[in-house]
């Protein structure tokens, strides 16, 4: 009798798709950057209902998790990509992932976009993944500008998290930019899921540090906020789009009060575009609150790829990635997109800084 | 059943299991035929397990450890310079490294060694620990050889990884591994050493009394389990493409999904093993459905995520409770096991 | 390093290795009696937190009674997680157990990931943030983050304090528990051979069920002290923690309380200092804890404050 149930529900579930046209969403919904990816989520979910369709038809995402693992962003591509048989694909989050799932679309020839990966590599002699978002070297060069001329930082101790792409990159190219100011940096160590920075953190003071840069994810970020606060160390703490989460200060509390960082977008920010002012009404009307960077950021990357699409004019995988990189001037949320023949986005990173408890927009830098 | 017509039988089986293989490749598309690559990388990983955990009774939580060292061996040894140069961002690999590349059969032989090499400088001294402390020894040991990958970026690479490997593993290669793995096995495990291992996990203290140098048969058994989990590690890795020093990749979660394989097939069985290897296999990408949104008789029911892993580690606890045998016990496949399976029907 | 900072790190050491001994008290209970690593106890450690943050966020109950609650669950939790899963297989051989146990530990993760969602969590608004503040040892003058007691300049976490201080309670009560009342005097008949202990009449299998929940609500107090130290909730939180505590109890030699204390608090320092000596080897932090497991291990089996056993065939 089980088994009957077991082969009735796999029968459904096959003959259950309709005909549509399928855009997959690869994301972390599990897993350590699940924040991110839920975030997204709820951008493109809101962006599919308002902009359900094209060329006619009606637009079905298909979303796979990634939980947060390399190994599972390459199986869920290949599976987007041939078991379900998506057109194009909203994804991943964090680069590592990108990297990874970005091989199998280049093999395939399917157009991968991702909503926030800013490592260069993503897209680095890549035909088919793009982005929508700033890449590092520029967030890079941008929080140094952040720390050494507007919050004028001499020494800064750059929190490294060794297990990330993003926080090495990062790091890296922030340093680079810091030298050429003029500034000194020095690192210290950690590890993802790494919970005592006391170390870390004293050693840091001892070694003079004017202020903390930490290029890594918001689990990390406010537990070392928290830390250096409880330590004595009441300078500037600077960090990058990582912290762009409300989870930030949930854990960080009163810690990250103070705390700037740069971003993508900020709901506080002048809305620039039609779709800026329409996201923002449509997501406050849903959810009661102002939306988040991420979230801006999924819900464009649904109309980059949406937009592709009605420009390819058909669901051929090669025309639209071809549209995709043809992408220009673009009125999305956070800002006028244009996607350039590497697949980069060239977009202008905004600083936030968080007061009492709350994001607030303090200003832009642009490319 | 006389020898010979056994033989007869397992000389047309291979062939024919080619033939499916072959098969299998052609008429399915990618994303199945790679699954079934799979089951043949984790058929090794799972016989090789076995050999420690099943027919020497010694409780090894470091197999992770050893797969990540074939794979990151392997890796090093197949990618070409320019790849390396490439890739190595934080540091410069380390010479000779920087300059080799040599052919994939030749780097998964090199890495199998390697792994075997660490498996008996890890074995020795943990192997005159008792049962529970020496399974968090090699438990340890797994973990600090995934640590120093994550750290040593003049070798590894450290978070980054090493991408972009040469896409070397298919069909052939991993069954071909599997077969040299499972004769190699089940010939030890069929002669005076295996009964020996057996003995060993049975009685330790009898054995010793029977003059079977326990200590010695141990570490062998290791160090064999060892070079077959590092093949399978080269085999793995480039199945991947990708290869980093993430717990998901290769801590302790590869190490426990490798014993849901040979507990869900029978602990002590080769068999048994690579059977559970192909369920886990399967089981994988299809409760995918319970992950995503699923349309049931029309309705969208959200799936959870996280609900594979929940499935998983519930059977896996139903079983050892229920059903510790798991699927073979601690039989193996036999001809006449199959036979007599089609003649019960006769008997009544 | 200056002096300073030597101290501040020892103490940051200190802090850290409170919270090890306490977790560490329970994995040594549990092993000392029953011969089980029970690697589920991480997990038990990680479900008493979420029980926690709910009892206070959904239950809406004062944080004190919360902790209360959320202890009790735990406690329960442990004694299910015997019954249904240790139990049947109490005659197996050690290894099914300890396979048992693994499993065990990964279901619990996966149930946590299914049921509270793999996004970290915060506690910082569960438990009065006065828990939080740092008592400035030595001469300093600023009153910029909470309330201070003036003697240096080191700093040193009130809930540190107020760890170790548990730890000793502890300590003592369960010295007191299994050496002075009838339970505890089953229990010690449990570890020594469970087979005579029931033709004794004592009933064995409630006697190790309490053993679980005793050991449980001392991972459940370690929970929510290091949930208290650092805020952040998500499924996979005791994992680590709880490898470490494992490592610190077969440090101070397992099957001893005492020991367990000690053991705790070393790792915790050694750890903390060698971070500070080498802040470019703070990646290598979790592995310098298995490190000393298989030195210890290789060495002298039975701890430091532990005895040797001899295997009787």
Same mark, same amino acid.
């Given at each position: 009798?089980?088994?009957?149930?077991?082969?009735?529900?796999?029968?459904?579930?096959?003959?259950?798709?309709?005909?549509?046209?399928?855009?997959?969403?690869?994301?972390?919904?599990?897993?350590?950057?699940?924040?991110?990816?839920?975030?997204?989520?709820?951008?493109?979910?809101?962006?599919?209902?308002?902009?359900?369709?094209?060329?006619?038809?009606?637009?079905?995402?298909?979303?796979?998790?990634?939980?947060?693992?390399?190994?599972?962003?390459?199986?869920?591509?290949?599976?987007?990509?041939?078991?379900?048989?998506?057109?194009?694909?909203?994804?991943?989050?964090?680069?590592?992932?990108?990297?990874?799932?970005?091989?199998?679309?280049?093999?395939?020839?399917?157009?991968?976009?991702?909503?926030?990966?800013?490592?260069?590599?993503?897209?680095?002699?890549?035909?088919?993944?793009?982005?929508?978002?700033?890449?590092?070297?520029?967030?890079?060069?941008?929080?140094?500008?952040?720390?050494?001329?507007?919050?004028?930082?001499?020494?800064?101790?750059?929190?490294? /998290?060794?297990?990330?792409?993003?926080?090495?990159?990062?790091?890296?190219?922030?340093?680079?930019?810091?030298?050429?100011?003029?500034?000194?940096?020095?690192?210290?160590?950690?590890?993802?899921? /790494?919970?005592?920075?006391?170390?870390?953190?004293?050693?840091?003071?001892?070694?003079?540090?004017?202020?903390?840069?930490?290029?890594?994810?918001?689990?990390?970020?406010?537990?070392?906020?928290?830390?250096?606060?409880?330590?004595?160390?009441?300078?500037?703490?600077?960090?990058?789009?990582?912290?762009?989460?409300?989870?930030?200060?949930?854990?960080?509390?009163?810690?990250?009060?103070?705390?700037?960082?740069?971003?993508?977008?900020?709901?506080?920010?002048?809305?620039?575009?039609?779709?800026?002012?329409?996201?923002?009404?449509?997501?406050?009307?849903?959810?009661?609150?102002?939306?988040?960077?991420?979230?801006?950021?999924?819900?464009?990357?649904?109309?980059?790829?949406?937009?592709?699409?009605?420009?390819?004019?058909?669901?051929?995988?090669?025309?639209?990635?071809?549209?995709?990189?043809?992408?220009?001037?673009?009125?999305?949320?956070?800002?006028?997109?244009?996607? /350039?023949?590497?697949?980069?986005?060239?977009?202008?990173?905004?600083?936030?800084?968080?007061?009492?408890?709350?994001?607030?927009? /303090?200003?832009?830098?642009?490319? | 059943?006389?020898?010979?017509?056994?033989?007869?039988?397992?000389?047309?089986?291979?062939?024919?299991?080619?033939?499916?293989?072959?098969?299998?490749?052609?008429?399915?598309?990618?994303?199945?035929?790679?699954?079934?690559?799979?089951?043949?990388?984790?058929?090794?990983?799972?016989?090789?397990?076995?050999?420690?955990?099943?027919?020497?009774?010694?409780?090894?939580?470091?197999?992770?450890?050893?797969?990540?060292?074939?794979?990151?061996?392997?890796?090093?040894?197949?990618?070409?310079?320019?790849?390396?140069?490439?890739?190595?961002?934080?540091?410069?690999?380390?010479?000779?490294?920087?300059?080799?590349?040599?052919?994939?059969?030749?780097?998964?032989?090199?890495?199998?060694?390697?792994?075997?090499?660490?498996?008996?400088?890890?074995?020795?001294?943990?192997?005159?620990?008792?049962?529970?402390?020496?399974?968090?020894?090699?438990?340890?040991?797994?973990?600090?050889?995934?640590?120093?990958?994550?750290?040593?970026?003049?070798?590894?690479?450290?978070?980054?990884?090493?991408?972009?490997?040469?896409?070397?593993?298919?069909?052939?290669?991993?069954?071909?591994?599997?077969?040299?793995?499972?004769?190699?096995?089940?010939?030890?495990?069929?002669?005076?050493?295996?009964?020996?291992?057996?003995?060993?996990?049975?009685?330790?203290?009898?054995?010793?009394?029977?003059?079977?140098?326990?200590?010695?048969?141990?570490?062998?058994?290791?160090?064999?389990?060892?070079?077959?989990?590092?093949?399978?590690?080269? #085999?793995?890795?480039?199945? #991947?493409?990708?290869?980093?020093?993430?717990?998901?990749?290769?801590?302790? #979660?590869?190490?426990?999904?490798?014993?849901?394989?040979?507990?869900?097939?029978?602990?002590?069985?080769?068999?048994?093993?690579?059977?559970?290897?192909?369920?886990?296999?399967?089981?994988?990408?299809?409760?995918?459905?319970?992950?995503?949104?699923?349309?049931?008789?029309?309705?969208?029911?959200?799936?959870?995520?996280?609900?594979?892993?929940?499935?998983?580690?519930?059977?896996?606890?139903?079983?050892?409770?229920?059903?510790?045998?798991?699927?073979?016990?601690?039989?193996?496949?036999?001809?006449?096991?199959?036979?007599?399976?089609?003649?019960?029907?006769?008997?009544? | 390093?200056?002096?300073?900072?030597?101290?501040?790190?020892?103490?940051?050491?200190?802090?850290?290795?409170?919270?090890?001994?306490?977790?560490?008290?329970?994995?040594?209970?549990?092993?000392?009696?029953?011969?089980?690593?029970?690697?589920?106890?991480?997990?038990?450690?990680?479900?008493?937190?979420?029980?926690?943050?709910?009892?206070?966020?959904?239950?809406?109950?004062?944080?004190?009674?919360?902790?209360?609650?959320?202890?009790?669950?735990?406690?329960?939790?442990?004694?299910?997680?015997?019954?249904?899963?240790?139990?049947?297989?109490?005659?197996?051989?050690?290894?099914?157990?300890? &396979?048992?146990? &693994?499993?065990?530990?990964?279901?619990?993760?996966?149930?946590?990931?299914?049921?509270?969602?793999?996004?970290?969590?915060?506690?910082?608004?569960?438990?009065?943030?006065?828990?939080?503040?740092?008592?400035?040892?030595?001469?300093?003058?600023?009153?910029?983050?909470?309330?201070?007691?003036?003697?240096?300049?080191?700093?040193?976490?009130?809930?540190?304090?107020?760890?170790?201080?548990?730890?000793?309670?502890?300590?003592?009560?369960?010295?007191?528990?299994?050496?002075?009342?009838?339970?505890?005097?089953?229990?010690?008949?449990?570890?020594?051979?469970?087979?005579?202990?029931?033709?004794?009449?004592?009933?064995?299998?409630?006697?190790?069920?309490?053993?679980?929940?005793?050991?449980?609500?001392?991972?459940?107090?370690?929970?929510?002290?290091?949930?208290?130290?650092?805020?952040?909730?998500?499924?996979?939180?005791?994992?680590?923690?709880?490898?470490?505590?494992?490592?610190?109890?077969?440090?101070?030699?397992?099957?001893?309380?005492?020991?367990?204390?000690?053991?705790?608090?070393?790792?915790?320092?050694?750890?903390?200092?060698?971070?500070?000596?080498?802040?470019?080897?703070?990646?290598?932090?979790?592995?310098?804890?298995?490190?000393?497991?298989? &030195?210890?291990?290789?060495?002298?089996?039975?701890?430091?404050?532990?005895?040797?056993?001899?295997?009787?065939?």
């Amino acid at each position: 009798m089980r088994k009957l149930f077991v082969i009735l529900l796999v029968v459904f579930l096959s003959v259950s798709a309709l005909a549509s046209i399928k855009v997959g969403a690869i994301l972390p919904m599990t897993g350590g950057v699940a924040a991110f990816g839920q975030m997204i989520w709820q951008g493109v979910e809101l962006a599919n209902e308002l902009f359900p369709g094209v060329l006619g038809e009606e637009i079905e995402i298909i979303l796979l998790d990634n939980n947060s693992d390399k190994v599972q962003a390459v199986n869920t591509a290949r599976r987007a990509i041939e078991q379900e048989g998506v057109v194009a694909i909203i994804g991943q989050v964090i680069s590592s992932n990108t990297i990874a799932g970005g091989t199998v679309a280049e093999e395939n020839g399917v157009a991968m976009v991702s909503p926030s990966s800013t490592n260069p590599l993503v897209t680095q002699d890549k035909k088919y993944v793009s982005r929508v978002c700033f890449s590092d070297p520029f967030q890079g060069v941008a929080a140094a500008l952040l720390a050494f001329n507007n919050m004028g930082a001499e020494n800064v101790a750059v929190f490294v /998290d060794v297990e990330q792409d993003y926080a090495v990159g990062f790091a890296n190219y922030f340093k680079e930019t810091a030298l050429e100011l003029g500034g000194s940096v020095f690192y210290e160590y950690y590890k993802s899921g /790494d919970q005592d920075f006391t170390a870390q953190v004293s050693d840091a003071i001892s070694k003079g540090a004017g202020a903390f840069f930490i290029p890594g994810y918001y689990q990390e970020i406010a537990l070392i906020a928290i830390q250096a606060r409880q330590l004595g160390f009441y300078d500037p703490i600077i960090a990058g789009d990582g912290a762009a989460v409300p989870e930030t200060i949930e854990i960080g509390g009163d810690a990250v009060n103070g705390l700037y960082f740069t971003t993508h977008y900020d709901a506080g920010s002048p809305a620039l575009t039609e779709n800026a002012k329409l996201f923002v009404e449509a997501y406050t009307a849903k959810y009661g609150e102002a939306p988040g960077t991420f979230t801006a950021l999924g819900f464009d990357t649904y109309l980059v790829v949406r937009d592709a699409i009605e420009r390819a004019g058909s669901t051929d995988r090669e025309a639209i990635a071809k549209a995709v990189r043809e992408t220009k001037d673009f009125p999305a949320v956070t800002g006028i997109i244009t996607i /350039d023949e590497n697949g980069d986005a060239i977009k202008s990173v905004a600083i936030v800084k968080i007061e009492n408890g709350k994001f607030v927009y /303090d200003t832009t830098i642009n490319p | 059943m006389k020898q010979r017509t056994k033989t007869s039988l397992t000389l047309i089986a291979l062939p024919l299991i080619a033939l499916l293989l072959f098969l299998s490749q052609e008429l399915l598309n990618s994303y199945y035929s790679r699954i079934i690559t799979l089951i043949g990388i984790y058929g090794i990983m799972a016989v090789s397990l076995t050999l420690v955990n099943g027919i020497s009774g010694v409780f090894s939580l470091g197999h992770a450890g050893f797969i990540a060292l074939g794979a990151y061996t392997s890796a090093l040894l197949t990618l070409s310079p320019k790849q390396k140069e490439m890739t190595f961002l934080i540091e410069k690999l380390i010479w000779p490294l920087n300059s080799i590349q040599i052919p994939f059969f030749w780097a998964t032989l090199i890495a199998g060694l390697v792994a075997a090499i660490f498996a008996f400088f890890i074995g020795w001294p943990s192997l005159r620990l008792t049962g529970d402390y020496f399974a968090i020894a090699t438990l340890g040991f797994s973990e600090i050889i995934r640590i120093f990958a994550l750290n040593l970026n003049s070798i590894t690479n450290g978070a980054l990884g090493l991408k972009a490997l040469p896409d070397h593993t298919n069909v052939w290669w991993a069954w071909g591994w599997l077969l040299v793995t499972v004769a190699c096995v089940m010939s030890l495990s069929y002669s005076s050493f295996g009964r020996a291992l057996r003995a060993i996990r049975e009685d330790r203290v009898a054995a010793q009394a029977m003059g079977i140098n326990v200590f010695k048969h141990q570490l062998m058994a290791f160090v064999v389990g060892g070079f077959f989990a590092g093949i399978s590690g080269s #085999l793995y890795g480039h199945w #991947l493409s990708t290869i980093d020093p993430r717990t998901n990749t290769f801590g302790i #979660l590869l190490t426990f999904n490798v014993l849901i394989m040979i507990v869900l097939g029978g602990l002590g069985s080769i068999t048994g093993a690579i059977i559970g290897g192909a369920l886990f296999a399967f089981l994988s990408e299809w409760l995918r459905f319970l992950e995503g949104p699923m349309n049931l008789f029309g309705f969208k029911i959200m799936g959870m995520s996280g609900m594979r892993m929940l499935v998983f580690s519930g059977l896996f606890v139903i079983i050892m409770i229920f059903w510790p045998r798991g699927l073979m016990g601690r039989k193996e496949f036999s001809w006449e096991g199959l036979v007599s399976l089609f003649r019960r029907g006769d008997k009544r | 390093m200056d002096p300073k900072t030597l101290l501040q790190n020892f103490i940051n050491g200190l802090s850290l290795g409170s919270l090890y001994a306490l977790i560490a008290i329970g994995y040594t209970m549990v092993y000392g009696i029953l011969r089980l690593i029970n690697f589920a106890h991480g997990d038990i450690f990680m479900m008493a937190v979420y029980f926690a943050l709910f009892f206070v966020t959904l239950a809406q109950l004062p944080w004190y009674l919360a902790a209360v609650f959320a202890i009790a669950c735990a406690a329960l939790l442990g004694f299910t997680v015997d019954r249904i899963a240790y139990k049947p297989i109490r005659s197996a051989p050690r290894i099914s157990a300890l &396979i048992t146990a &693994i499993g065990v530990s990964f279901f619990l993760e996966s149930l946590a990931v299914v049921v509270f969602s793999g996004i970290p969590r915060s506690f910082r608004t569960v438990f009065p943030q006065s828990l939080n503040e740092m008592i400035i040892i030595g001469g300093e003058m600023e009153v910029k983050y909470g309330k201070e007691v003036i003697i240096g300049g080191i700093r040193f976490p009130v809930i540190s304090l107020i760890t170790l201080i548990v730890a000793a309670i502890a300590l003592v009560f369960l010295w007191w528990f299994i050496f002075k009342t009838k339970v505890g005097m089953a229990m010690r008949a449990v570890s020594l051979d469970i087979q005579t202990t029931s033709l004794m009449g004592v009933n064995v299998d409630r006697v190790i069920g309490m053993t679980f929940a005793l050991g449980s609500a001392l991972a459940a107090i370690g929970g929510i002290l290091w949930a208290i130290r650092y805020p952040q909730v998500w499924p996979y939180m005791g994992f680590i923690p709880g490898m470490k505590a494992f490592v610190a109890a077969v440090f101070g030699g397992i099957g001893s309380v005492p020991g367990a204390v000690l053991g705790g608090l070393i790792l915790g320092i050694t750890e903390v200092m060698m971070v500070g000596i080498m802040p470019s080897a703070a990646g290598y932090r979790d592995a310098f804890a298995f490190f000393i497991l298989i &030195i210890i291990l290789s060495i002298k089996p039975s701890g430091l404050l532990g005895k040797q056993e001899a295997v009787k065939v």
